[in-house]
């Protein structure tokens, strides 16, 4: 599905939104909407031209519905067994029981072939595979969120947590349900893959990595297993945007069937979710086969950031 301008919300007519806790300044100068590239999805050439462009490709309905439906079925009948719904609502409502939180939840992505369906399946891999032109692969490990009321995602880039391979890396971030600006979804801040000068110092930041001669940091990342760096670039989506410019985009409805797929140095969050539903998504990467991957990424059960995949220096 995509939206013509003229079915876009106006800030007058938006919600109030926010991210991290703050309020988003709405105006047209600081918020904004993804451009749809279903259009060109066939034409390799304009996806590469317009990622180059823009930092990102939103394809909204790329996927059938009823594919999202039967995994978001199986995500909302482990919550259910989890006892994180509230019982008063149909399962497949994703509400949440009163009084909990719920942020990052992995386990709901491991063993779930109806999710490894959606973001390995065919049709995105031949996606990834037209957009890079050759083989490609795909990390092992898959994010999964269920964001309650008041959660959302501090803004960050992604090279700082997977950057041990190459930076030729694309995230996939895909909706589990129709997803209104209220209960949130993923933010990207305009422009913001054209900074990477001014981002120098945070995108040579490696969050599992430590100095050895450092005896607070190797306290903190070796023996509690934490990172060096808290892998965001501020708690204040509004402050920051003031900084680096541009405008925070979104979707002005996220729905079942949409991704968007963006780099490794564009900055991006999360809108807070304002409602008592949970708010679905999976977070996926991308890489040509050719090119060298990210160890703590791959295999049957991926180190990830524990403790095997610190690595000291001296600094």
């Given at each position: 599905m995509s939206f013509s301008s003229a079915s876009l919300p106006s800030p007058r007519t938006l919600p109030q939104l926010s991210s991290c806790g703050h309020k988003l300044d709405l105006s047209e100068a600081s918020f904004g909407f993804v451009r749809s590239s279903a259009d060109c999805v066939d034409d390799p050439a304009e996806?590469?031209?317009?990622?180059?462009?823009?930092?990102?490709?939103?394809?909204?309905?790329?996927?059938?519905?009823?594919?999202?439906?039967?995994?978001?079925?199986?995500v909302c009948d482990r919550l259910a067994a989890a006892d994180l719904l509230d019982p008063a609502h149909p399962t497949i409502a994703g509400v949440a029981r009163p009084g909990i939180t719920s942020n990052y939840k992995g386990e709901l992505a491991v063993h779930n072939a109806a999710i490894r369906r959606v973001v390995y399946g065919p049709e995105l891999l031949g996606f990834y595979t037209r957009l890079f032109g050759e083989p490609v692969r795909h990390f092992d490990y898959t994010w999964f969120r269920a964001l309650s009321r008041g959660q959302g995602s501090t803004p960050h880039c992604d090279l700082v947590y997977m950057g041990r391979g190459t930076h030729q890396l694309l995230t996939c971030w895909i909706p589990y349900g129709d997803t209104p600006l209220e209960t949130g979804g993923v933010m990207l801040l305009e422009g913001s893959h054209r900074q990477q000068e001014r981002l120098k110092n945070y995108l040579e930041v490696d969050v599992d990595t430590y100095c050895e001669n450092r005896p607070a940091q190797v306290e903190k990342v070796v023996h509690r297993g934490g990172w060096s760096h808290p892998g965001f670039l501020s708690k204040n989506p509004v402050t920051l945007r003031a900084k680096l410019g541009g405008r925070w985009l979104t979707a002005p409805e996220w729905r079942m069937g949409d991704f968007i797929t963006f780099g490794m140095h564009l900055v991006h969050g999360g809108l807070d979710n304002l409602t008592d539903r949970l708010r679905l998504s999976t977070d996926t990467r991308y890489q040509r086969a050719s090119q060298p991957i990210d160890e703590r990424w791959i295999g049957d059960n991926p180190i990830a950031n524990t403790r095997a995949g610190k690595r000291g220096r001296v600094c």
């Open positions: 996806l590469n031209r317009r990622l180059a462009e823009d930092g990102y490709l939103y394809v909204p309905g790329f996927f059938d519905r009823d594919l999202i439906a039967a995994a978001r079925a199986e």
